[in-house]
């Protein structure tokens, strides 16, 4: 009997002892490995709830626009006082629009870039910005509400790009003016989008990188057409057969 309590006793105490190790391995393992948090600041947290939300008017009002197209054909087909070829030519205009082809003004606002300091004393060339702070810049106004944007006499549309070539910044393969630099901003939220830009931390990069900001707001902005042949890569004719 003595050697039977014996056992058991043995027993039980490698089974506690099996349990309390395998309770300190997962202890030590939790410490090891730190809960990962999100750390990124309120701004950030702001400025993608604010590209989530443009990107769901913006789908918003693709759809909204597909649905007006599709009541104009039924109704055209229904009645045949109203030609098929009038929606077609209202809808190529329109597409010509969208994609930054047409000439465009409303109200807005005017950004002007300029050297911080005198040049005559400082030795530098009044060269435009660099392509990286421009683009923080026009990435910003975007966020914030932008519409239509034109840098210098360049539009801007959905294939621009900035590029810096020794030293030199160009948009659409042509070279940007040399300072002051102006870009004009169409948007139907001028005044809060003047507001934003005025504490943003791209024109505080530029100011950084030593250049002076003006932010004004006007009633009429002109935004240039996109005067250059748009190539079309990727996509090829389907033909019947």
């Known amino acids: 009997m003595g050697e039977e309590v014996m056992k058991n006793v043995t027993w039980i105490f490698t089974i506690v002892c099996f349990i309390i190790g395998l309770m300190l391995a997962i202890q030590f393992q ?5 809960v990962i948090r999100d750390t990124r600041d309120i701004r950030e947290l702001r400025r993608e709830m604010l ?11 693709e759809i909204e626009k597909a649905q007006t197209l599709l009541l104009q054909y039924e109704r055209s087909m229904d009645n045949r006082e109203e030609d098929v070829t009038l929606v077609l030519s209202q809808q190529i205009d329109q597409l010509r629009n969208d994609a930054g082809l047409e000439p465009t003004h409303g109200e807005g606002i005017v950004i ?6 005198n040049d005559q004393f400082v030795g530098q060339a009044r060269r435009s910005p660099s392509s990286e702070v421009l683009r923080y810049l026009v ?12 840098v210098g006499t360049e539009r801007i549309i959905t294939t621009s790009a900035f590029r810096d070539v020794n030293e030199i910044t160009y948009l659409n393969n042509r070279r ?14 001028s005044e809060s989008l003047h ?16 250049f002076s900001v ?7 902005v002109e935004i240039p057409g996109y005067d250059q042949t748009r190539r079309v890569r990727y ?5 019947e057969g």
């Open 51 to 61: 590209t989530e939300q443009e990107r769901r008017q913006q789908l918003n009002n």
């Open 112 to 117: 002007t870039i300029d050297s911080l300091y």
């Open 176 to 189: 940007l003016p040399p300072l002051p630099l102006q870009v004009h901003v169409l948007t139907n939220k």
């Open 139 to 150: 990435n910003e106004l975007n966020i914030y509400g932008a519409e239509e944007i034109a």
């Open 195 to 210: 507001n934003h830009m005025v504490v943003s931390a791209s024109v505080e990069y530029l100011e950084i990188r030593g």
């Open 235 to 239: 996509m090829e004719e389907v033909k």
């Open 214 to 220: 003006t932010i004004d707001q006007v009633e009429e």
């Open 30 to 34: 939790s410490t090891q490995e730190p």
